[in-house]
């Protein structure tokens, strides 16, 4: 998927060469076409030779081969070691719960009469659905979602699609007989387009959304997104809670509780697994966080270890609730040095479910280093004091400025949410990631900065309140907590105080990376007293249409003047409580060894050209985001660069800075260190794409910005 997806972003920019589309070009210097035109040319033919190597190589296999890190010290991740592993028993012993027939359909028998075809010609032969597929055709499943008092865990999908990219599936909690547009929730699944049958599995608390206690009860399913197209559907399985975890009986999932979303070892009781470590030297302890799928189910967890054939307890836990995770902690201090097996069993009723969570054995870092990455949703650069801007906006960012790096014309690749995160989450473009609209999701296939620093040791945190930047989109990948779901609504200074400083104090002897997205100064703009003093002083001036997602319900008349202030006053609000946060990493004792990045996922039109919020087309206002990188022991201070650069240039910047090399991965973005070190500035264009107009069905309409 990930090579032939770069294939198609080398396409894209091939045509944008050629003047193939629809291209917004922004010139600062005097620049002949012809060199625009190899510019381009030359990033379409790096794109090519990146998806050679992501054929011959799985980014997730690029990873594994990183070597250590020089900065994290010893770190032990057992989910990393499950295949190697002693489990016993090994097979289910029974005891979980049968499939339920009436929510499987696999096509023999009665099951294309249960499946209800509509605007499709569809028919059923070897055990295969196949059907042609008309503009506003889909199948809709019968009224049995109902059935049962337990909830619904996953959909999973086996089908082939002929031609098309996509297959959609769509979603209600009211009985439908119909489509209806305002009752459907929807998600487009990217296919593999090998001509092969493929399984495609759609978690419902994370992809779906659908929060604890919720239910679905139509489901429909858009074959392909390609009209005409011929697909063949070998099956649909719509699985249940504790179906999904009962074969096999152990393995590794992404789970939510209390909406905090954890990477976890789930195993059925009765059930013992065994691993061989060497424990660290220096502070060696075993930290993980256990929790159970089913309050009727309780399991209990004992640690043991043994050691030269002694075996020593170590600790024991009854887990009787799903209130949370429980996070332990076990000092290994007197077995510093030695060669172990570490032993976890788990024991209750057969069947019961439990997990444990990012369950590793670390010693104290080689090295402090954390990185700290800090996004305002939907801000432009020109609203800080350091970009130009005449208001304090900013003073605290500012400082940082003189004492770091920034980059004046940064440029995100798209200008909304949801397409932008994962690029630069990954280093590599929409089109490459395949997120382009508010359906999509980030693939598993995948590898995000957030997984590449938890392989090399990293403890990592992601603090979301835009969930399309959380685990909705498929950015839960790599964070060992991923609390998108439970800082929506707070302000920052919630979000810092009471989660990101929190769990920081946790693990303050160990490397951490945290991604904090707040939203504000996204609309609505309506900033807390005194921060919207500008707003309260200002005179009443030029009118404008209300509009409830940008003006609170305090502002009946609003002004273009207003909204301007409003937004001025998100964003003074913002920089006075990031001085909080920084005064408290100051009182852990661990901002001299944090690298913080700071910027936003895109920027907003503040009434130019008539526009507001941030949709395309992509003018500088909505594309134009800051860039700080402040590390005063690992980068020089004062630098500013003018000169354009990407949002996927941070990945491999970080990646560097932490000891990893970022051409040995399959990564778009360049580092930016070699600017940051006075080295010759960067002679390459800029580019973003305006993912949200792209139609699938449409590839060759290239719509898009060019800067240089």
């Keep these: 998927m990930i090579a032939r997806l770069l294939g198609a972003f080398a396409l894209l920019v091939a045509l944008m060469a050629l003047a193939g589309g629809v291209l917004h070009l922004h010139h600062r210097r005097v620049l002949g076409l012809d060199e625009l035109e190899r510019a381009l040319e030359a990033r379409a033919a790096d794109a090519h030779a990146l998806a050679r190597r992501a054929a011959e190589h799985a980014p997730a296999a690029r990873v594994e081969a990183l070597p250590p890190n020089p900065f994290t010290g010893p770190v032990q991740r057992l989910d990393a070691q499950l295949d190697a592993a002693t489990i016993s028993p090994e097979r289910n012993l029974g005891g979980g719960p049968a499939p339920d027939p009436s929510l499987r359909f696999e096509f023999e028998g009665d099951d294309a009469v249960r499946l209800e075809p509509r605007g499709l010609d569809a028919h059923q032969a070897d055990g295969l659905l196949h059907a042609e597929m008309r503009e506003d055709g889909f199948l809709i499943t019968p009224p049995v979602l109902d059935a049962g008092a337990e909830p619904l865990a996953e959909i999973v999908v086996r089908i082939r699609l002929e031609r098309g990219r996509s297959f959609r599936l769509g979603w209600s909690r009211h009985r439908l007989t119909k489509w209806n547009p305002e009752k459907i929730e929807l998600l487009d699944v990217d296919v593999v387009r090998d001509g092969a049958f493929h399984e495609y599995r759609i978690d419902t ?44 009986p152990v393995g590794l999932e992404y789970y939510t509780l209390e909406r905090d979303v954890r990477p976890a070892v789930y195993a059925q009781a009765p059930r013992e697994l065994a691993f061989e470590l060497e424990i660290p030297e220096q502070e060696p302890r075993f930290d993980v966080a256990l929790g159970i799928l089913d309050e009727a ?19 024991a836990y009854h887990v009787a609730d799903v209130a949370g995770w429980r996070d332990v902690r076990v000092d290994l201090e007197r077995f510093a040095g030695r060669r172990v097996v570490l032993r976890i069993r788990l024991t209750g009723r057969s069947g019961a479910v439990g997990f444990l969570a990012s369950p590793r054995v670390s010693g104290a870092p080689t090295r402090p280093f954390n990185v700290l990455m800090v996004v305002e949703d939907a801000l432009r650069a020109d609203r800080l004091g350091a970009w130009g801007h005449v208001r304090a906006t900013s003073p605290v960012k500012d400082r940082l400025a003189k004492e770091g790096v920034i980059f004046t014309r940064a440029i995100s690749q798209a200008t909304k949410t949801r397409p932008s995160v994962p690029s630069y989450m990954t280093g590599l473009y929409p089109a490459a990631t395949g997120v382009w609209d508010f359906h999509d999701r980030l693939a598993p296939e995948f590898v995000t900065l957030a997984e590449i620093l938890r392989s090399q040791g990293f403890e990592t945190g992601s603090f979301v309140q835009n969930t399309n930047a959380g685990a909705a989109g498929g950015l839960h990948q790599g964070f060992d907590r991923a609390l998108s779901q439970k800082v929506v609504g707070l302000r920052p200074e919630e979000v810092y105080r009471d989660h990101v400083l929190d769990w920081w104090a946790e693990r303050r002897d160990r490397n951490v990376f945290a991604y904090v997205h707040v939203l504000d100064p996204h609309g609505t703009y309506d900033p807390p007293a005194p921060y919207d003093r500008w707003y309260q002083a200002a005179p009443v001036a030029t009118p404008v249409e209300r509009d409830s997602r940008l003006d609170p319900p305090g502002v009946e008349r609003p002004t273009v003047e207003g909204r301007r202030l409003l937004y001025d006053g998100e964003i003074a609000h913002n920089d006075a409580v990031f001085a909080e946060l920084l005064e408290g990493l100051r009182k852990l004792g661990v901002l001299e060894h944090t690298l913080i990045v700071f910027f936003s996922d895109h920027g907003e039109h503040q009434g130019e050209h ?17 860039l700080l990188f402040w590390y005063p022991s690992g980068l020089p ?24 090399r970022p051409d040995q991965l399959i990564v778009q973005g360049r580092s930016l260190l070699p600017r940051t070190r006075g080295d010759v500035a960067l002679q390459r264009p800029a580019l973003s794409e305006e993912a949200i107009t792209y139609r699938r069905d449409r590839p060759e309409r290239v719509r898009g910005s060019v800067f240089h």
């Excluded at 189910?297 to 170590?314: E, H």
């Excluded at 008539?610 to 800051?626: A, I, M």
């Design 610 to 626: 008539g526009l507001w919020e941030h949709s395309p087309p992509g003018f500088l206002p909505v594309l134009n985001v800051p």
């Design 637 to 660: 201070q004062g630098v500013r660069a003018d000169e354009p650069v990407e949002l996927i240039d941070v990945m491999p910047t970080v990646l560097e800075l932490a000891g990893i």
């Design 297 to 315: 189910w309780p399991v209990r967890f004992a640690i043991w270890l043994d050691v030269d054939g002694i075996t020593t307890a170590l600790a």
């Design 205 to 248: 608390a994370n992809a779906m959304r659908l929060q604890p206690g919720k239910r679905i009860r139509t489901l429909f399913l858009v074959p392909s997104d390609e009209p005409g197209d011929r697909v063949e559907v070998d099956s649909i399985h719509i699985v249940r809670q504790r179906e999904r975890f009962s074969e096999p």
